[in-house]
């Protein structure tokens, strides 16, 4: 079987790019005919990588050089991630190469797209309908996004599976020390560690949860809440807002800035903290809950979207009403005094994870959906 897996980047800190590169791998070292077909990467894999031309104007890879890289290597599966490879897989699906979308978002409701970029919006929505109605299979990322598709494009379920996305249970453990990253920032060993990875963008939530520091500091002295995250071109101006809510609050002290860290560290981000938070608005999965769930961490967010399927309320975390950040913060606090809590959540949500989220389980769940087509 061979197997070409698109996607528009392959980039260190972009979600979609991390779980490509992981499937890829995993069928990789199975001894599976797989290669990565992409505009950029600078991640280092040891999947074979197809660079085809990036276009920087369009801040897109090109479709025309994707369509003739696919013909040329003839894959008897071509998976698709994201646009433009959707598109680019409608136009390709046949009785040889069989498409397959895997869908990590309802475009108009993806970070990526906004009113500001309207041609962006236009293209990637016409990408997602040629991508959903002409390929043979459509994976999900959560039940959320399952029913999100079928009542936007009334796409028969028969059609989309639901496939979560999974994490290497060796690289994200509960035997991971996080003191070097303490110790980077100056924290104390007594001091209660807050976490958040995701980029910095109004979805994400970032202004939510210091708005919340402001109720949480006022309970308990000793606490840090450490922001992980990239910024993009279009979100300058919101990190600008975020360190200004900081001043203005006086939680210089509390709130720590880390930028773009490597993926590699992540994990010892991960056991550096007590406690994983997020106040995101929106999520397709939430990759960075089950990654800190892996670690032994237990998690806090809003009962919406994919993050609902990801939290069992009182079993490996809360989850909060939207918008809610009186409640959010009185259940940081709760967690933060309780250590005991946080144990057996923590110890929770590794089980949950190792059940449900578990890389090479899941990745077996892909090959029967290629097998059944071929």
């Known amino acids: ?3 070409l897996i698109g996607t528009d980047r392959v980039l260190y800190g972009s979600g979609i790019g991390r779980v490509v590169e992981e499937m890829a791998r995993c069928l990789y070292e199975k001894g599976y005919d797989v290669k990565i077909v992409c505009g950029k990467c600078n991640i280092k894999s040891k999947v074979p990588v197809i660079l085809c031309k990036y276009n920087e104007t369009l801040y897109q ?8 890289t696919i ?5 008897d599966i071509f998976h698709s991630h994201y646009y433009p490879m959707d598109v680019c897989g409608a136009f390709i699906n046949s009785s040889k190469t069989k498409h397959i979308m895997h869908s990590h978002g309802v475009n108009h409701q993806s970070w990526r797209l906004s009113w500001k970029n309207p041609l962006s919006l236009v293209r990637a929505d016409i990408g997602e309908f040629l991508g959903l109605h002409f390929s043979e299979k459509i994976i999900c990322v959560s039940n959320y996004m399952k029913n999100a598709l079928i009542r936007k494009h009334r796409i028969e379920k028969s059609k989309i599976e639901v496939v979560y996305n999974g994490v290497n249970l060796q690289k994200f453990n509960l035997s991971i020390k996080g003191d070097e990253i303490r110790e980077r920032y100056g924290i104390n060993h007594d001091d209660i560690v807050l976490l958040c990875v995701s980029a910095l963008t109004p979805r994400k939530g970032q202004d939510l949860l210091i708005d919340c520091m402001r109720i949480v500091t006022k309970k308990i ?3 840090k809440l450490l922001l992980v995250g990239s910024v993009g071109k279009t979100t300058i101006q919101y990190k600008q807002i975020l360190r200004y809510m900081v001043r203005n609050a006086g939680l210089e002290k509390y709130v720590i800035f880390c930028g773009h860290i490597p993926d590699e560290e992540l994990p010892k981000y991960y056991a550096a903290s007590d406690i994983y938070v997020s106040a995101s608005t929106w999520e397709s999965f939430g990759l960075p809950f089950v990654e800190a769930m892996a670690c032994g961490r237990p998690a806090i967010g809003f009962d919406k979207t994919a993050i609902s399927e ?4 009182g079993y490996n975390g809360y989850k909060v009403k939207y918008p809610d950040i009186n409640e959010l913060a009185i259940k940081i606090i709760h967690l933060a005094n309780d250590v005991e809590k946080r144990k057996i959540f923590g110890l929770n949500g590794r089980k949950f994870v190792e059940k449900n989220f578990d890389v090479r389980r899941n990745i077996k769940k892909i090959i029967r959906i290629y097998s059944q087509l071929l």
Do not use: A, F, G, H
Not at 71 to 75: D, G, L, M, Q, T
Not at 310 to 313: A, E, P, S
């Open 1 to 3: 079987m061979k197997i």
């Open 221 to 223: 002295q000793n606490i």
């Open 71 to 75: 013909k040329r290597e003839e894959p």
């Open 61 to 68: 890879t090109n479709i025309l050089d994707i369509i003739k």
């Open 310 to 313: 990801l939290i069992i309320d």
